[in-house]
T-cell receptor, first 116, second 115 residues
Framework: GAGVSQSPSNKVTEKGKDVELRCDPI?????LYWYRQSLGQGLEFLIY????????KSGLPSDRFSAERTGGSVSTLTIQRTQQEDSAVYLC??????????????FGPGTRLTVL | AQTVTQSQPEMSVQEAETVTLSCTYD???????LFWYKQPPSRQMILVIR??????QNATENRFSVNFQKAAKSFSLKISDSQLGDAAMYFC????????????FGTGTRLTIIP
């Protein structure tokens, strides 16, 4: 695809349910990031993938959050036993393998998660 | 840890006028990047402009320019000849020169353009 895509665009779930959010990065991009944007807040970093490995998971807010990436491409962010405070927009970004001093992160349109 | 502060939750400007959005940051690093991103209602984050900390010259992109004051740790965005399509949330962001290149964002400024 031409850009980063995310699905679903919107997700409404009930408290306590598990949800999976999907990110399809730009083809060939080896780095992938997940960010969370809560109401009235900026984006906060969640996790970084380089290929299929996640060397930085420091932003995951609790052990209910996990993410994986397969084939160096698609990534899935899973939230178990969702809570109302998990309601936010979850954004994914990808970046090409660095060949110079700067490589732009390209963002997807995000998934808006609402936990009732 | 780095922090980014945007002290103006909302700003408005008349169409065709100039507006400046403020951003300050805190870091102990000497090499880094600073960015301004635009987020329209579509939620798509769009890179507006970037500045490398080692460059003294302020970055410009058409109607967008920055005032980068490294010693003061200030990074403001000036939008000239404001257009209706400029209405959006604007986020200031910081990225270290090294490491995994994750972005640290401010809380954003909502810009309204008055016709």
């Amino acid at each position: 695809g031409a850009g980063v895509s995310q699905s679903p665009s919107n997700k409404v779930t009930e408290k306590g349910k598990d949800v999976e959010l999907r990110c399809d990065p730009i083809s060939g991009h080896t780095a992938l990031y997940w960010y969370r944007q809560s109401l009235g807040q900026g984006l906060e970093f969640l996790i970084y993938f380089q290929g299929n490995s996640a060397p930085d998971k420091s932003g995951l807010p609790s052990d209910r959050f996990s993410a994986e990436r397969t084939g160096g491409s698609v990534s899935t962010l899973t939230i178990q036993r969702t809570q109302q405070e998990d309601s936010a927009v979850y954004l994914c970004a990808s970046r090409s393998r660095p060949s110079g001093t700067y490589n732009e992160q390209f963002f997807g349109p995000g998934t808006r998660l609402t936990v009732l | 840890a780095q922090t980014v502060t945007q002290s103006q939750p909302e700003m408005s400007v008349q169409e065709a006028e100039t507006v400046t959005l403020s951003c300050t940051y805190d870091t102990s690093e000497s090499d880094y990047y600073l960015f301004w991103y635009k987020q329209p209602p579509s939620r798509q984050m769009i890179l507006v402009i970037r500045q490398e900390a080692y460059k003294q010259q302020n970055a410009t992109e058409n109607r967008f320019s920055v005032n980068f004051q490294k010693a003061a740790k200030s990074f403001s965005l000036k939008i000239s000849d404001s257009q209706l399509g400029d209405a959006a949330m604007y986020f200031c962001a910081y990225r270290s020169e090294f490491g995994n290149e994750k972005l640290t964002f401010g809380t954003g400024t909502r810009l309204t353009i008055i016709p």
